[in-house]
């Protein structure tokens, strides 16, 4: 080995290169740099700033797909369409609104998407979309918890329908997301008519709950006109009242049955649900169990 003499006599070894880098900040924040740099502790144990703010923002969106997964299916996906189409609106602009209108002229001529926009569009972002939202979320769900998902479907295929209906002969409209609303309000402000409930910061009864927000709707557009697409929901959700609740008190046959397909679909995705809910309770659920549970609930 080689050596070196010092000047005073001593020997010393003569100097090696170092394999050890040092870390630059440059190089920690390069594409470059390895998970395993980034991802280190600090000397108090705890994880860097840059790395505890991915966590947290991981977190915030797990918590955020949880609470979208428990909305109930088809007012999550009445809520999913809607975003969607602000979007188009967004991106699109008045040519993605003309395409998305509700117009029969073109629905007729295999454009069916339009019956789905054109139900849903609610408009561009603002606070009134935000409130939009929480009626949907808060009184939809509350209206499908009570008549079941199947029934829920008929009652929005009926409101498509008679709001299609009104939106092409008496009141002109390219789009009746709101109607669906108020339509929704009305529907459950009869089902306990004068129950208190909350509306901004009043409590009113249950039953004002559709013309407070028709209220709201016209002082904030000011104009009257903004009153135009909530008449046409109370008018349209009136009829489903009349005709599944007062008709049948009455003596009179309800027409408005759920088809039996429809029927046992939504109850084998409630069974498949359970079965995920038990699941996570370590206890086995197959699918043999869950068609016994559909014979039984066939034979009930």
């Excluded at 208190?196 to 013309?211: E, G, Q, R, Y």
Aim: hydrophobic share 45%; aromatic share 8%; net charge positive.
């Amino acid at each position: 080995m080689l050596t070196t003499l010092s000047l005073r006599g001593g020997v010393s070894r003569s100097p090696t290169k170092s394999n050890k880098k040092s870390a630059t900040l440059q190089s920690l924040n390069s594409p470059t740099a390895t998970k395993k740099t980034r991802n280190a502790k600090t000397a108090t144990g705890k994880f860097s700033l840059a790395n505890q703010s991915n966590m947290n923002t991981k977190t915030a969106v797990n918590d955020a797909m949880e609470k979208y997964n428990k909305i109930l299916p088809l007012t999550r996906k009445f809520m999913t369409l809607a975003l969607v189409s602000c979007v188009l609106s967004l991106v699109g602009g008045e040519a993605g609104q003309e395409l998305m209108a509700f117009d029969m002229s073109k629905i007729v001529k295999g454009q069916f998407w339009r019956i789905i926009f054109g139900s849903t569009f609610l408009g561009g972002p603002s606070i009134k979309l935000i409130m939009d939202f929480y009626y949907i979320y808060q009184h939809g769900s509350l209206l499908e918890s009570s008549i079941g998902s199947s029934t829920y479907l008929l009652f929005l295929f009926t409101q498509v329908c008679l709001l299609g209906l009104l939106a092409t002969t008496v009141f002109p409209t390219p789009f009746f997301g709101q109607s669906m609303i108020a339509a929704m309000l009305h529907v459950v402000s009869r089902v306990e008519p004068h129950k208190p409930t909350k509306w901004i910061v009043f409590n009113i009864p249950s039953w004002m709950l559709p013309f407070a927000f028709m209220v709201g709707d016209v002082l904030q557009a000011q104009s009257p006109g903004a009153a135009v697409p909530h008449i046409m929901g109370i008018l349209t959700g009136h009829m489903w009242v009349f005709l599944k609740t007062v008709n049948v008190k009455m003596g009179g046959e309800d027409f408005l049955v759920v088809p039996e397909i429809v029927r046992d679909k939504f109850a084998l995705d409630e069974l498949l649900e359970s079965g995920v809910a038990n699941k996570k309770k370590n206890e086995k659920m197959t699918m043999s169990k869950i068609r016994e549970m559909r014979r039984r609930k066939r034979n009930q």
